[in-house]
Nanobody, 123 residues
Framework: QVQLVESGGGLVQAGGSLRLSCVASGRTFSSYAMGWFRQAPGKDREFVAAIRWTGSYYADSIKGRFPISRDNAKNTVYLQMGSLTPDDTAVYYC??????????????????WGQGTQVTVSS
């Protein structure tokens, strides 16, 4: 069982930045693929970014604005969000994938989810 706790959300003006953090339990964190997803009001949850030993992966809509990183010594994954727009307003979820398959962009790829953290971008 892996528990995930997100933090770092909040209210920010358009053009601003936020850094989301997600701390995971588990002794083998470095072997997990970690992902960030988001869900805006009235919309489906969508892939934002993921990181695993093979590299980092991003949704086309992010266009490099939200680099993902991890600190395996701290069991933590980060999402550095920049150039925020009101369209980025959503609940952001951290997810962990412990299986060895290579796909990381689908919700179904991940076994464990955090509770989410709200990000609100004002215009």
């Amino acid at each position: 069982q892996v528990q995930l706790v997100e933090s770092g959300g909040g209210l920010v003006q358009a053009g601003g930045s936020l850094r989301l953090s997600c701390v995971a339990s588990g002794r083998t964190f470095s072997s997990y693929a970690m992902g960030w997803f988001r869900q805006a009001p009235g919309k489906d949850r969508e892939f934002v970014a993921a990181i695993r030993w093979t590299g980092s992966y991003y949704a086309d809509s992010i266009k490099g604005r939200f680099p993902i990183s991890r600190d395996n010594a701290k069991n933590t994954v980060y999402l550095q969000m920049g150039s925020l727009t009101p369209d980025d307003t959503a609940v952001y979820y951290c997810a962990a994938k412990t299986s060895p398959s290579y796909t990381v962009r689908r919700l179904a790829d991940y076994e464990y989810w955090g509770q989410g953290t709200q990000v609100t971008v004002s215009s």
